[in-house]
């Protein structure tokens, strides 16, 4: 059975730093990336990676602040935050692809940043 656990979430200051990490068990994945909900808001693309060439990608509002990177002996794929902005606030879900679009959903973890 393929699972997506996100940990590391919690509340800091603007200007932190916080590192989030998703272990997947279960099988491999091509791509796995990190999105983001804010409520009320759409769900937003933060980052992937591809597990063979690790072809980095970034949303806008991310780029320059978050890396992701990868851990293939442990299956993990981690997101690591700095300068942090109350407009982070949100909850983070890891997804996982094979194919063309992300078909395993973690349950998410949430990040609050206060100003």
């Known amino acids: 059975q393929v699972q997506l656990v996100e940990t590391g979430g919690g509340l800091v200051q603007a200007g932190d730093s916080l590192r989030l990490t998703c272990t997947v068990t279960?099988?491999?994945?091509?791509?796995m990336g990190w999105f983001r909900q804010a409520p009320g808001k759409e769900r937003e693309f933060v980052a992937s990676?591809?597990?063979?060439?690790?072809?980095?990608l970034y949303g806008d509002s991310v780029k320059g602040r978050f890396t992701i990177s990868r851990d293939s002996s442990k299956n993990t794929v981690t997101l690591q935050m700095t300068s942090l902005k109350p407009e982070d606030t949100a909850v983070y879900l890891c997804?996982?692809?094979?194919?063309?679009?992300?078909?395993?959903w973690g349950q998410g973890t949430q990040v609050t940043v206060s100003s």
């Open positions: 997804a996982a692809s094979s194919g063309s679009s992300f078909s395993h």
């Open positions: 279960g099988r491999t994945f091509h791509n």
């Open positions: 990676i591809s597990w063979g060439v690790s072809t980095r």
